[in-house]
């Protein structure tokens, strides 16, 4: 590590970049297209029944930061665009749903699940509405608000939803102060009618049981100093 300490940890420690930026929240993702990204096809795992493919569920996301804000972006490509849902229920519809934990995977595998430090968030579109809940703790069960003063911009056209969100850092610790590393889990859910079809996962920490050490291990080019 950066303090010249070792640590021994059996996980994902990725490239995926974390770029340093204030995007204007538009939904147009003009600040992000030719910027490195996660792309669901070629870095993540599909948990799905019946997927068809590119054409069914796929895109890529970015994640950014400064000094106010933790950002999301995302052009995801999904057939059908299926969100009925708002408040706990969101996450039973299209739209993605991410774990943010300021501390890397084999400190957040010590850190008890109560909510504190682990920042998980839905977003999606209902309605042409977008809307951004923060669950209390990283269970779906200990309820959720609307994220407090997240903005967002979601737009469908065709069959292409664009994301892009800002979480502002204050009063959520989303990242330590001095350190470059984060853990991060995210997951793009599809519903095409009827029942959910599954998601497509970047990092496993929380979707099929809790499990901290399989969050993702994300590296920011630079330690936060604020």
Known sequence: LADGSAAN????????????????????????????????????????????????????????????NFYLAARITDDVHDQPFEENGVRQGDGIQCVVCPVPPWTAAETKWD??????????????????????????????????????????SGTETFYEAAIPRKG???????SRFFSFSVLVCD???????????WGSGFAEGKKHGLFNLCRMKEGITK
């Open 9 to 68: 940890w059996n996980g994902n420690i990725t490239n995926a970049p974390v770029h340093e930026m204030t995007p204007v929240i538009d939904g147009k993702l003009d600040e992000w297209k030719k910027l490195p990204s996660i792309d669901l096809m070629k870095h993540c795992t599909v948990k799905m029944k019946n997927y068809q493919g590119a054409g069914d569920l796929s895109g890529r996301i970015w994640l950014a930061y400064d000094d106010r």
């Open 191 to 201: 519903r095409d009618g009827g029942d959910k079809k599954g998601w497509i996962e």
């Open 115 to 156: 909510g504190e430090g682990f920042y998980r968030l839905a977003i999606s579109l209902r309605k042409d509405k977008a809307q951004v809940y923060q669950f209390n703790g990283v269970s779906e069960d200990e309820g959720q608000s609307v994220a407090k003063d997240a903005v967002c911009k979601i737009i469908r």
């Open 172 to 178: 959520r610790k989303m990242f330590t102060k001095g």
